[in-house]
């Protein structure tokens, strides 16, 4: 089962050529089911839902309650009516759904937010969620509490299936950081008591390039920050017959198509067993 996690840059930039990108990406990789932030909608039309229909995949969309002060970020006549979210695409259908608002002080209060999509698979439900934490470089103690909300949303909808809980993001976040280390709870003491999440990447080829926010990519190097990686798949310890197993793991969508690059981010994309193959 292929899972992905992508920042879409929302209505920055070249937009409308980014869309094409985009899709262009996700279509070359088919995923199963994606986690997506910064998805733009507004006068009917929703980035997510156009994605979903020229993939063939199920859509989840949660617009955040509070997108002001995204509305003022964009020279945009139309801004005004421009709304912002998460998403879950879904080879199989969203059988129930969760929006959490994440905590943050009134400085930075601009509608962060989890979703929490249930997946019917053929086999079993796969309880995903992806989300966007506050990108404050020196806000880590607010990315901390947001990460202990996201955990308890986690532990709520995690069981009745054997397949491990998946967490999708940008956690505008270094991989050694205090919030990161707290979310996964193998490092420190977990968010929740009990609940481990592995990062993704640990599984990966400790020789393949990681960053995921980089100078390389041209949208991203106007702020002059050092390449790291801030997007993360996360999942729970494998299921009775390997379930949720991380196979494979790499990055996605970190270079132009046909001249354009998708996002300010690159995606991160995981293989994850489905059952017994990968513990045989």
């Known amino acids: 089962m292929r899972v992905v996690t992508w920042n879409l840059w929302w209505r920055f930039g070249p937009w409308r050529e980014r869309q094409k990108a985009v899709l262009a990406v996700l279509r070359e ?14 006068d009917g039309e929703n980035l997510a839902e156009w ?12 617009p955040s309650p509070a997108p002001e002060r995204w509305r003022k970020r964009i020279k945009d006549p139309d801004a ?52 966007h934490l506050t990108s404050a470089l020196h806000a880590s103690a607010v990315r901390r509490a947001q990460v202990t909300a996201l955990a308890e949303l986690v532990a709520r909808h995690r069981g009745g299936t054997p397949f491990p809980p998946v967490v999708t993001g940008d956690l505008n976040a270094w991989p050694d950081s205090d919030e990161v280390r707290l979310l996964g709870g193998t490092r420190t003491a977990s968010a929740v008591p009990g609940l481990v999440l592995y990062d993704a990447w640990d599984y990966a080829d400790p020789t393949a390039p990681a960053a ?34 991380v ?30 193959t990968a513990i045989g």
Request: charged share 20%; with cysteine; aromatic share 8%.
């Open 247 to 276: 196979r494979h793991v790499r990055r996605a969508g970190h270079g132009p198509v046909d001249g354009v690059w998708p996002s300010d981010h690159a995606a991160v994309v995981a293989d994850l067993a489905e059952g017994e």
């Open 51 to 62: 994605l979903a229909d020229e993939l063939g995949l199920h859509c989840a969309w949660a």
């Open 212 to 245: 995921t926010w980089t100078p390389e990519n041209p949208y991203a190097a106007r702020l002059l920050e050092p390449a790291v990686r801030i997007d993360y798949i996360h999942v729970g310890p494998p299921g009775p017959i390997g379930e949720g197993h």
């Open 80 to 131: 005004g009516s421009v709304d912002i979210g998460n998403a879950v695409l879904s080879r199989w259908p969203v059988v129930e759904r969760e929006m959490l608002l994440l905590p943050a002080p009134p400085d930075l209060a601009d509608g962060r937010a989890a979703l929490y999509a249930r997946v019917a698979a053929p086999a079993f439900d796969i309880p995903f969620f992806t989300t």
């Open 29 to 42: 990789l088919a995923p199963d089911v994606v986690g997506l932030q910064e998805v733009w909608a507004a």
